[in-house]
């Protein structure tokens, strides 16, 4: 069975940084390429950043870039998201996606439960 | 950035009708268009990619059709667990881009 747990959401003061973790499970982690979707409270779904397979390709959405960095660990099942120079208008529930196939087009068959990062003075 | 433009916003429809989602992109997408369902409090969940393929496990009343920049989803007899928030997302260009979502809600 497919598992995605995101980890490491909370609060975070504006300008400050979180790390979100991702433990996979239940598939061959290394063959699929993963995102970040988010989700602000009462609105609607945002990507925010995907990394290849093996981790030579990523990208991101424009809100993001230059502040959020999305990695993984394939010896450790993990996907990651280190988040800097935090704005308010970052608060919402992260997931973490798995894509359908070992190679593009990028669909989305699981997703995490969501980790909710809130940040806030 | 392809916009992805949902309606109706909300569709409210009585169990045992025929509800019809749309989805227009702002420039083609090709066939690379998916549906997810969303519940509240619940993480999206894959219902078609591909524009027209059912993903694993979802019923037979869901169907979706379209390609280029007009997209249309069907739940052909909607059940009481059908009533969610849908959105469709393209995943031809970068950056990758959801509609806005359509609410289904008990007429």
């Known amino acids: 069975e497919v598992q995605l747990l995101e980890s490491g959401g909370g609060l975070a003061q504006p300008g400050g940084s979180l790390r979100l973790s991702c433990a996979a499970s239940g598939f061959t982690f290394s063959s699929y390429a993963m995102s970040w979707v988010r989700q602000a409270p009462g609105k609607g779904l945002e990507w925010v950043s995907l990394?290849?397979?093996?981790?030579?390709?990523?990208n991101y959405a424009d809100s993001v870039k230059g502040r959020f960095t999305i990695s993984r660990d394939n010896s450790r099942d993990t996907l990651y998201l280190q988040m800097n120079s935090l704005r308010a208008e970052d608060t919402a529930v992260y997931y973490c996606t798995k894509d359908l196939n070992g190679y593009p087009p990028h669909f989305f068959d699981y997703w995490g439960q969501g980790s909710l990062v809130t940040v806030s003075s | 950035e392809i916009v992805m433009t949902q309606s109706p916003a909300t569709l409210s429809v009585s169990p045992g009708e025929r509800a019809t989602l749309s989805c227009r992109a702002s420039?083609?997408?090709?066939?690379?268009l998916a549906w997810y369902q969303q519940k509240p409090g619940q993480a999206p969940r894959l219902l078609i990619y591909g524009a027209s393929t059912r993903a694993t496990g979802i019923p037979a009343r869901f169907s979706a059709s379209g390609s280029g920049t007009e997209f249309t989803l069907t739940i052909s007899s909607l059940q009481s667990e059908d009533f969610a928030v849908y959105y469709c997302q393209q995943v031809s260009h970068w950056p990758l881009t959801f509609g806005g979502g359509t609410k289904v809600e008990i007429k």
């Open positions: 420039q083609s997408v090709s066939s690379n």
């Open positions: 990394i290849g397979d093996n981790g030579d390709f990523t």
